[in-house]
């Protein structure tokens, strides 16, 4: 079989334990390179995550392997693109949890709740990220800013669960986490208007 990468071509064996040795020296190619994989075509079937399964299961078969990859800026423009799609639609979701938390609490209701937990701790790794690399963004001291004020809000979110105060957890999401998310979706916003995320 044939790998591809960047500009080079590696050419072995269909076996598992050659097909290791090739992506042991791609991943240290990777890392020279400062690239991520974005995704793996594999006979032009694109995948984005379960390479190692489906060389497990096709090795016997496959002709050819293009690794395709990102640079980690190009990684994290995409990355605030999903993000604002998100906040869009957790916005009205927090709105109706905070209904919910005022009125009566369901499991469903908590199961959104442990959602948007994920969601925040996503966020604030992705711009801590930016905040390491603050040259990438005109407006990273916004960013910074932002995931700042959304680990405050963690605090004070575990706080109210912890004394089950459901009023205090309604008032963070409401007064605390909505605004985080809008300014969050402006600051995102401005970097697409000046081209800044693609």
């Known amino acids: 079989m044939e790998i591809r990468i960047l500009d080079k071509v590696y050419k072995c064996e269909n076996q598992i334990v050659a097909a290791e040795s090739v992506f042991s020296q791609i991943n240290e190619l990777l890392a020279n390179a400062n690239v991520n994989i974005s995704s793996i075509e594999i006979d032009d079937i694109e995948l984005y995550c379960d390479y190692n399964q489906y060389l497990l299961e096709h090795i ?3 002709k050819t392997i293009v690794v395709n ?3 980690l800026k190009e990684l994290m423009d995409d990355t605030l693109i999903s993000i604002q799609e998100y906040l869009i639609r957790a916005i009205p979701e927090i709105d109706n949890m905070v209904n919910e938390f005022y009125q009566e609490v369901t499991q469903n209701t908590w199961d959104k709740f ?3 937990l994920e969601g925040l701790q996503y966020i604030t790794n992705t711009l801590t990220t930016i905040s390491d690399n603050n040259e990438w963004y005109y407006n990273a001291s916004q960013f910074e800013i932002v995931r700042k004020n959304i680990l ?3 605090i004070l979110l575990q706080e109210a669960m912890e004394l089950q105060d459901r009023v205090k ?3 963070v999401l409401l007064y605390e986490i909505i605004p ?3 300014a969050l979706d402006k600051e995102i ?5 000046y081209g800044k995320v693609q």
């Not at 916003?189 to 208007?193: A, G, K, V």
């Open 152 to 154: 405050k809000q963690i």
């Open 180 to 182: 985080s998310f809008k």
């Open 189 to 193: 916003s401005l970097n697409t208007e």
């Open 60 to 62: 016997e078969d496959i």
């Open 169 to 171: 957890l309604s008032d």
């Open 114 to 116: 442990g959602q948007l």
């Open 69 to 71: 990859v990102r640079t």
